[in-house]
Nanobody, 123 residues
Framework: VQLQASGGGLVQAGGSLRLSCAASGFTLDYYAIGWFRQAPGKEREGVSCISSNDNSTYYGDSMKGRFTISRDHAKSTLYLQINSLKSEDTAVYYC?????????????????WGNGTLVTVSS
């Protein structure tokens, strides 16, 4: 299993980015998968996830309205669109895979993490 995140960079406040997470070694649609982030000096927090069975999505409270998670089965890639970027969005963003096929993050946890991609928002 591999998860390769990309798409981060330096962007001005108010701008947009789309992060990608290329998945291999498993069938993307069979597992819950999501994004997490860790800002300098802070604990890692959940950003968004998408379930395997009904494609329902979850967003952290501070991410609602600006973040959109999606996945492309054909490309085996998870995406995170971030609009209206704020300085507090500066963090390393990671993608992670659910541990159990068709299982939720909250019940079964995560088993693989991708490399991080750094998003830096300048004000």
């Amino acid at each position: 299993v591999q998860l390769q995140a990309s798409g981060g960079g330096l962007v001005q406040a108010g701008g947009s980015l789309r992060l990608s997470c290329a998945a291999s070694g498993f069938t993307l649609d069979y597992y819950a998968i999501g994004w997490f982030r860790q800002a300098p000096g802070k604990e890692r927090e959940g950003v968004s996830c998408i379930s395997s069975n009904d494609n329902s999505t979850y967003y952290g409270d501070s991410m609602k309205g600006r973040f959109t998670i999606s996945r492309d089965h054909a490309k085996s890639t998870l995406y995170l669109q971030i609009n209206s970027l704020k300085s507090e969005d500066t963090a390393v963003y990671y993608c992670a895979k659910g541990a159990v096929e068709a299982g939720s993050f909250s019940v079964y946890g995560l088993d693989y993490w991708g490399n991080g991609t750094l998003v830096t928002v300048s004000s």
